[in-house]
Nanobody, 125 residues
Framework: QVELVESGGGLVQAGGSLRLSCAASGSIFSINTMAWYRQAPGKQRELVAGIITGGSANYADSVKGRFTISRDNAKNTVYLQMNSLKSEDTAVYYC???????????????????WGQGTQVTVSS
């Protein structure tokens, strides 16, 4: 199986910064896209930023210029550096990874999407 473990959430004042981390472990052959989503109370989960293996990234308009996504392929880890935080950034942040699983030689390698457990980010105004 594959597990994603997030860390780095917390309480911060508006204008401050936080860095989220998400490490993937388990039977991993390769990780394709890694992404961060967030869900605020009463709202749908939304994509914040995504990054492919080669490093090309995309961002939600609401975070462009403030958030930076990066990844360490050797560590199967994705990061989200969040600067100039606003109260509207308050949400539970979830890591997502598109993983091709490792299997025994000759067996097909399944490809599945996995989610972390979420980490709370609260920005006080």
């Amino acid at each position: 199986q594959v597990e994603l473990v997030e860390s780095g959430g917390g309480l911060v004042q508006a204008g401050g910064s936080l860095r989220l981390s998400c490490a993937a472990s388990g039977s991993i052959f390769s990780i394709n896209t890694m992404a961060w989503y967030r869900q605020a109370p009463g709202k749908q989960r939304e994509l914040v930023a995504g990054i492919i293996t080669g490093g090309s990234a995309n961002y939600a308009d609401s975070v462009k210029g403030r958030f930076t996504i990066s990844r360490d392929n050797a560590k199967n880890t994705v990061y989200l550096q969040m600067n100039s935080l606003k109260s509207e950034d308050t949400a539970v942040y979830y890591c997502n990874a598109d993983v091709t699983r490792a299997t025994a030689p000759g067996w097909p390698r399944p490809r599945n999407s996995y989610w972390g457990q979420g980490t709370q980010v609260t920005v006080s105004s």
